[in-house]
Nanobody, 126 residues
């Protein structure tokens, strides 16, 4: 069982930046695809980005590419999501999740992930 804990959410003005953290309780053997998703009120959960924590492969959705950056600190079992040039429409609850690397082709699908964190709220004011 892998536990994921997100932190770093908060309120920021449009154009600002936030960094979210996803700390996993132990190395998620067999579930080394770690993804970030977000869900705004009344909307479906959508993929933001994902990373192969055993390597360096990263994936980004078109809506955040070139604004958001993923990186990890393996010594701290933590994946970071740096969010730059935030927009009002980036407001949502952000979740991190872990799933099998074999699902990387489906990295943007909720069904590809087995473990989920509780989420952290990001609010961007326009």
């Amino acid at each position: 069982q892998v536990q994921l804990v997100e932190s770093g959410g908060g309120s920021v003005e449009a154009g600002g930046s936030l960094t979210l953290s996803c700390r996993y309780s132990s190395y998620p053997y067999g579930n080394s695809l770690v993804g970030w998703f977000r869900q705004a009120p009344g909307k479906e959960r959508e993929a933001v980005a994902a990373v192969y924590i055993s390597g360096a492969s990263t994936f980004y959705s078109d809506s955040v590419r070139f604004r958001f950056i993923l990186y990890q600190d393996k010594s701290k079992n933590t994946v970071f999501l740096v969010m730059n040039r935030l927009k009002f429409e980036d407001s949502a609850v952000y979740y991190c999740a872990a799933g099998p690397w074999e699902e990387r082709r489906n990295w943007d699908q909720v069904r590809a992930y087995k473990y989920w964190g509780q989420g952290t709220q990001v609010t961007v004011s326009s």
